[in-house]
Nanobody, 125 residues
Framework: QVQLVESGGGSVQAGQSLRLSCAVSGFSYMNYCMGWFRQAPGKEREGVAALGSDGTIRYAPSVSGRFIISKDNVPNTLYLDMDSLKPEDAAMYYC???????????????????WGQGTQVTVSS
């Protein structure tokens, strides 16, 4: 039973930073793609960043240079470090994971089988 549990969301002012964490359990694929997505009200779920077991790291253009995706192996935890937050970054943030390589479909929500419940990020100006 795969479980992904996000934490670290909150309300911040523009320009501030947050670290989101995703605790992963019941997931033991040697080859994997793990990612962060976000969804604002009325918008489609957007791929933010992804990290693969082969070293692949991808970012959406809107967050490149500001966000960093990383992970710890023990305990298995995925992170998203968000700097210089903007009001347009406000959304529910979800972590996702699946076996295999990230490839060109890393930003497509439907390719991931395992999802967390989400953590809310609010950015005020």
């Amino acid at each position: 039973q795969v479980q992904l549990v996000e934490s670290g969301g909150g309300s911040v002012q523009a320009g501030q930073s947050l670290r989101l964490s995703c605790a992963v359990s019941g997931f033991s694929y040697m080859n994997y793609c793990m990612g962060w997505f976000r969804q604002a009200p009325g918008k489609e779920r957007e791929g933010v960043a992804a990290l693969g077991s082969d070293g692949t790291i991808r970012y959406a253009p809107s967050v490149s240079g500001r966000f960093i995706i990383s992970k710890d192996n023990v305990p298995n935890t995925l992170y998203l470090d968000m700097d210089s937050l903007k009001p347009e970054d406000a959304a529910m943030y979800y972590c996702a994971a699946d076996g295999g390589v990230c490839g060109g479909s890393w930003y497509l929500a439907w390719r991931y089988s395992n999802w967390g419940q989400g953590t809310q990020v609010t950015v005020s100006s």
